[in-house]
């Protein structure tokens, strides 16, 4: 199935995407605009200011991978909004199984007024926003996760003052990489990306990145990497699912945990949950060149951000 253009007429102003299925969904106005949203947010929420953007509007949660972080985030989300959301876990709903995937699209849109889907197969969030009537927000799939990549880059336009810096991420070019390579792009950051052979992050995203603005470096030195960045990203080599390959790759990213040894004086990110001891140390994640928290804390205000542009409110 092809992937949806995502472009929505707003009367109020240009053209605004009614889905969210990666970062490049956004246009690069757009993308700094949902940010911009985001730390307005943020601020009215620390100091106390009611900001019921979405007042009693339902979020349709869909689960079939378990996530502390993105139920949590959109959940409190939706109540911080005004609204609320309702969680559907892989008891309540069966995507593709027990109905096909665009029957439950349309049904929801009956019900709710957005979608967010946290599914494994990236062709059922397609789906899911080619046939629903409300906008349809990717909370996770295995080919990206642009959610996390929006709370990624409202945590370094925190801490630089915008996206003048570079940025190592080293480990397997998974979802989490792929789509911090099209913001990467989008924001002008200079990244390089440093995986083991056979993980990189694909041609295509390299492809789309170059589209964008810049493709990444790459290469199979996470010391090359490392060498003169501002900043050093990894995730976990061993996702969901993927247990059973679990002593293969270990092997394969021999050399590529994020300890002291490999840094000078970088700060780090981590999209979490970590495997402390495989891709990253203990020491390092506890340090203050972490800023670990400060990016899971954005993972809020980033979707409150997202939700209400999505709306037009």
């Not at 200011?49 to 959940?75: C, I, N, W, Y």
């Not at 789509?179 to 390089?192: C, D, I, N, R």
């Not at 440093?194 to 589209?211: F, S």
């Amino acid at each position: 199935m092809s992937r949806p253009t995502d472009a929505g007429a707003d009367p109020t102003g240009p053209a605004r995407p009614s889905n969210f299925l990666d970062v490049d969904t956004l246009s690069r106005d757009q993308l700094h605009e949902v940010l911009t949203r985001a730390t307005e947010l943020k601020e009215r929420q620390r100091r106390g200011k009611r900001h019921a953007l979405l007042e009693d509007q339902t979020l349709g949660m869909v689960f079939e991978k378990p996530s502390t972080r993105t139920r949590v985030s959109f959940e409190t989300g939706m109540t911080q909004l005004g609204g609320h959301a309702i969680f559907l876990g892989p008891e309540d709903i069966h995507l593709g199984h027990g109905e096909p995937v665009r029957d439950t699209a349309r049904a929801l849109s009956r019900y709710v007024d957005l979608i967010m889907a946290r599914t494994f197969d990236h062709e059922d969030v397609c789906e899911l926003a080619a046939y629903a009537d409300v906008p349809v927000v990717n909370g996770l799939t295995d080919d990206a996760h642009p959610c996390q990549t929006l709370a990624d880059l409202l945590t370094i336009r925190e801490h630089w003052g915008g996206f003048d810096l570079s940025v190592a991420w080293v480990g397997d070019g998974n979802n989490v990489c792929r789509s911090f390579v099209l913001g990467a792009a989008m924001t002008e950051m200079e990244l390089t990306v440093a995986t083991p052979p056979g993980y990189e992050v694909g041609q295509a995203h390299l492809e789309r990145a170059a589209a964008l603005g810049e493709a990444p470096e790459t290469t199979t030195d996470p010391v090359e990497a490392v060498a003169g960045a501002d900043l050093v990203y990894t995730d976990v080599w061993v996702s969901m699912g993927q247990e059973e390959r679990r002593a293969s790759k270990l092997e394969d990213f021999d050399g590529f945990q994020v300890q002291e040894a490999l840094l000078d004086d970088q700060s780090v990110m981590h999209c979490l949950p970590a495997h402390r001891g495989e891709e990253i140390t203990d020491a390092v994640l506890e340090s203050e060149r972490a800023i670990v928290w400060q990016q899971a804390e954005n993972r809020l205000h980033a979707q409150k951000g997202l939700l209400s542009y999505l709306q037009g409110r």
